[in-house]
């Protein structure tokens, strides 16, 4: 059964910096990995996909990166804006009907 | 343009009474889930259509029953509703269970 943990549960940083969400998974035959936001209130937005076979994906400030023989994916967002402000969802698929199994997220606040 | 739609947005019932949530895409996806997002913000799929076949149904109680009368619609009806079923019901969509998918705003469903 397909566990996934993010790490770490909620992050407050000021605008500018730059950072790192973790997202580990337990069963690494995964079809593909994504990536969401979602703002309070509201639904999910898709930020990145990535396939089993590829090893990262970039987006304008966003980075993921997937090591899947070790159950791993990062996202990386440069130079943080406090619109940046959101939970950030990871969600590996995989199974013959490719259901995306949801981390517990990431709440970050970019302080102005 | 929403791709995906959901109505109603919010919907506040007493225990006992049947409701219906419904979803629309008009991405042209041919694959359409629902997904439960309980008061700990915890998300998990719930059934999946691909071409109007059923090929996801997770451990759900009876009660909830999915129909879609065509690739483009996803309803979720809800017999004899009770206060655990109290969350936020996201409708998503995607091209073949392989590929992105696409989130609709949610349904707040609070019981009474």
């Known amino acids: 059964k397909q566990e996934v943990t993010q790490i770490p549960a909620a992050l407050s940083v000021p605008e500018g910096e730059n950072l790192v969400l973790n997202c580990s998974f337990t069963?690494?035959?995964?079809?593909?990995l994504q990536w969401f936001r979602q703002d309070p209130g509201k639904g999910l937005t898709s930020l990145l996909l990535?396939?089993?076979?590829?090893r990262e994906q970039t987006s304008g400030r966003l980075n993921a990166s997937l090591d899947k023989s070790s159950g791993r994916s990062t996202l990386y967002i440069a130079a943080s804006q406090p619109g940046d402000s959101a939970t950030y969802l990871c969600?590996?698929?995989?199974?013959?009907?490719?259901?995306?199994?949801f981390g517990t997220g990431t709440l970050l606040a970019v302080q102005p | 343009d929403t791709a995906v739609s959901q109505t109603p947005k919010y919907l506040v019932t007493q225990m006992g009474n049947d409701k219906s949530i419904k979803c629309e895409q008009n991405?042209?996806?041919?694959?359409m889930y629902w997904y439960k997002q309980d008061s700990k913000k915890f998300l998990k799929i719930m059934f999946s259509?691909?071409?109007?076949?059923?090929?996801i149904n997770e451990t759900v109680p009876n009660r909830f029953s999915p129909k879609s009368p065509d690739k483009a619609h996803l309803n979720l009806h809800i017999n004899s509703l009770e206060l655990g079923d109290s969350a936020v019901y996201f409708c998503?969509?995607?091209?073949?269970?392989?590929?992105?998918?696409?989130f609709g705003p949610g349904t707040r469903l609070t019981v009474t």
């Open positions: 969600a590996p698929a995989g199974g013959a009907t490719n259901k995306l199994i």
């Open positions: 259509y691909n071409n109007k076949e059923l090929i």
């Open positions: 990535i396939q089993s076979s590829q």
């Open positions: 069963d690494s035959a995964i079809y593909n």
């Open positions: 991405l042209g996806h041919d694959t």
């Open positions: 998503a969509s995607s091209q073949g269970t392989q590929f992105e998918q696409y």
